[in-house]
């Protein structure tokens, strides 16, 4: 590392003002600080809290704990694909083809995002923001693996520019950018995110799979398609060939779905490991869960419609829940601030979610809507928070003084 840090220094004053490469100033800072923690903080006393721990670290980590749901879900992908095609493969060739056909979406996912965020640095004379290491690998894991890459490519532009540069960049942006790229991509393409062709890839992958047709049976929609297409009571939800789905199934993520939503046991591995290392709110995360029960528990009660009977758990273990709650709802930049507020903000989302996929028939999955709505109001609760707090301890000020 000394060599490395050594060539660094050598080459830095070409990227400086004055520099031969001086255009480029900011791609070589994010390339540098990428690297190396800065060496240089805040002077001021009292104001800043000193840290080796910069926002690049951060993100880092949470990259670090997005891992095992990425890596199962390319596995999956592979799996469905072996069994939409009755293809026996081996454990390493059913992952390759997984992650063979994600890793273009991951290219494409950061190409997109970085380019516009290094253009835009260049342009204002900024260090590049790094708020998009997280976001450019989140977007591939929450959009259906057979999005073609144009679609992809235009709804990232569109969030990074719209919902993020234009609000000042990262740490500003009211909504989470992985989501409003979801949500683009939703309203604006429907047929390529929802049905049940979607989930499941049944081509070949640079050269990989792809042998035949179909099996009998095979259906690609995802458990809670599946019940939003019945009609009175709470169907069997079956796997890809049609077999009874198991919560057990489920919970490990052997189910078509989004990349990195299908397995709870891996998303769960990196809850733990942000709420370790505190970067995520176990609040949020908390109340989210106890929000989305009490409203299954009370649509229960009525069991109108298919939707209505879904139990607390399987609304826990299908579609977008888990991740949503614990890598979307946290975004520190998005999410309430407040200790109370994060309380109020995860409940409020686990409440809106369950509403969402019981109420609108024609979307199964609430979870994007209800964080996004959240986000709106994230400020709002926030600042009833601070001022109930300030009510609270004037009312306390004045009760001193009489006495």
């Known amino acids: 590392m000394n060599a490395l840090r050594k060539q660094i220094d050598k080459i830095k004053p070409a990227f400086t003002k004055g520099g031969r490469f001086s255009a480029l100033e900011s791609v070589f800072d994010g390339f540098e600080t990428f690297l190396f923690v800065p060496n240089t903080t805040a002077k001021r006393r009292g104001a800043h809290v000193h840290d080796a721990i910069d926002s690049k670290r951060t993100m880092s980590v949470v990259i670090f704990a997005l ?16 069994t939409a095609l009755g293809i026996e493969g081996s454990f390493w060739s059913t992952f390759f083809y997984g992650f063979l056909s994600v890793l273009p979406q991951i290219v494409v996912s950061y190409a997109v995002g970085l380019g516009i965020e290094f253009i835009i640095a260049q342009i204002k004379h900024e260090e590049i923001q790094e708020g998009f290491l997280v976001t450019g690998i989140l977007i591939p894991m929450i959009i259906p ?4 890459l144009w679609m992809m490519a235009i709804a990232t532009a569109f969030a990074v520019i719209f919902a993020k540069e234009v609000f000042g960049g990262t740490g500003y942006n009211v909504f989470n950018v992985a989501l409003v790229t979801r949500a683009f991509l939703f309203f604006s393409y429907p047929a390529a995110m929802s049905g049940d062709k979607v989930w499941v890839r049944l081509s070949s992958t640079f050269g990989l799979g792809g042998e035949g047709a179909a099996v009998d049976g095979f259906s690609g929609a995802t458990p809670l398609g599946q019940i939003a297409a019945a009609k009175g009571m709470l169907p069997d939800v079956h796997n890809t060939l049609g077999q009874p789905l198991t919560d057990l199934d489920a919970f490990f993520g052997f189910l078509p779905g989004s990349v990195g939503e299908v397995s709870t046991l891996a998303i769960l591995i990196g809850a733990f490991i942000l709420i370790f290392t505190g970067i995520a709110s176990y609040k949020i995360m908390v109340s989210g869960v106890v929000g989305a029960i ?60 369950v509403f969402i996929r019981v109420l609108n028939a024609g979307y199964a999955e609430g979870m994007m809507l209800a964080i996004l709505l959240l986000n709106t109001f994230a400020p709002l609760i926030d600042y009833i928070v601070v001022e109930r707090n300030t009510q609270k301890r004037l009312a306390r000020l004045a009760s001193k003084a009489k006495n």
């Open 67 to 82: 891992l095992p749901a990425l890596l199962f879900g390319m596995y999956n992908v592979g799996l469905q694909h072996n």
């Open 294 to 353: 009490v409203m299954a528990l009370g649509f229960n009660a009525i069991g109108a419609t298919a939707a209505m009977q879904i139990t607390p758990l399987q609304h826990l273990l299908y579609g977008g829940f888990a991740f949503g709650i614990v890598f979307m709802a946290t975004d520190p930049v998005t999410a309430a601030r407040t200790e109370t507020g994060k309380w109020i903000y995860g409940f409020l989302i686990g409440i809106m979610v």
């Open 145 to 148: 693996v057979e999005t073609p």
